[in-house]
């Protein structure tokens, strides 16, 4: 295997695990967003508690990764759920700006609760010793960590997808997100599903969060910096599906790192320009749908 393609498919692989964490994190923006029509920016923070709560497990309580991951999503999850009965709830039929400055409210108050719990410096994920290995095939080699980051990217995705696209639930979510007045007028509970639905949506956020914490460092200001990032895997993926955010992460994922491999001082330039390129041919996003009733 030549140098240069091997380079290529190290830069391809860092990038599509780059991606996973992504769409992790993003996937459930988008649906909720598709859903609830809410302009959720504080979105992040549930990725950012997560990952917190993770790393703390692992490091004063020594629980394993896997399994630190899995509780900083339950109890993300719940936070959320009560966030979203004592404060999200009553803005959903405002307008789309006390949403916004609602939102970013609570980005500073997690920012906030963060820096006096956690301390201003990021918290070090430790990998478990069958992580932190690289994978060798000849002249290539790839971290473990990443590889198993693409793995449960995919199987996530898939699972998502079969649980949107193959269960009454996900039917449910669906017949909200083309149309909530006619899907409550044939008996869905909008508020429950709004609810559940929430919920999902930031646990995996907060999985995103705790899995990625290699990738995207968990710090205070986790929320905010990688704001601009999540908000466009769903602008460009499109509102309320899962293979919109899906690509896009996977586009956003490969285009930053290869980037940042071949011109290190262009910075985040290139993004945004290919994300002005993409909303320019597609203003609803690659598999968005014009004109769907929220």
């Known amino acids: ?10 830069v391809f692989l860092h990038g599509l695990a780059y991606g996973m964490v992504l769409f992790l994190i993003s ?13 959720n920016l504080a979105h992040g923070a549930f990725a950012m508690l997560g990952g917190y709560v993770a790393v703390t497990l692992m490091l004063r309580a020594g629980v394993g990764y896997p399994a630190a991951v899995l509780l900083a999503a339950a109890a993300t999850a719940l936070v959320s759920v009560v966030l979203e009965r004592t404060l999200y709830s009553r803005l959903y039929d405002a307008p789309e700006l006390p949403q916004v400055l609602m939102t970013i409210g609570l980005v500073f108050v ?3 609760a963060a820096r006096y719990v956690w301390g201003p410096l990021a918290q ?23 590889l198993v980051l693409i793995a449960i990217g995919l199987a996530g995705a898939f699972a998502l997808w079969l649980g949107l696209e193959r269960t009454l639930f996900g039917a449910r979510i669906r017949a909200a997100v083309d149309n909530r007045r006619m899907a409550e007028s044939v008996g869905i509970d909008s508020h429950r599903l709004f609810t ?16 990625g914490a290699d990738l995207l460092a968990i710090s205070p200001a986790y929320a905010e910096e990688y704001l ?23 586009l956003l994922g490969v285009i ?17 320009l290919a994300t002005f390129v993409v909303l320019f041919w597609r203003p609803q996003g690659l598999l968005g749908r014009a004109g769907a009733v929220k």
Request: proline share 5%; charged share 5%; hydrophobic share 55%.
């Open 1 to 10: 295997m030549s140098e240069i393609l091997v380079q290529a498919l190290s």
């Open 27 to 39: 996937v459930g923006l988008s649906i909720t967003m598709g859903l609830m029509g809410f302009v």
């Open 110 to 112: 997690a920012s906030a």
């Open 124 to 146: 070090p994920l430790q990998l478990p010793s069958y992580l932190a290995g690289a994978l060798q095939l000849g002249a290539f080699s790839f971290p473990i960590y990443r």
């Open 196 to 211: 559940v639905t929430f919920a999902i949506g930031s646990a995996l956020a907060a999985v995103g969060g705790g899995l």
């Open 228 to 250: 601009v990032y999540f908000m466009i895997v769903v602008s460009v993926g499109g509102l309320g599906t899962i293979r919109g955010p899906f690509f896009a992460a996977i």
């Open 256 to 272: 930053d790192t290869t980037a940042k491999y071949l011109v290190p001082q262009s910075g985040a330039i290139v993004i945004f």
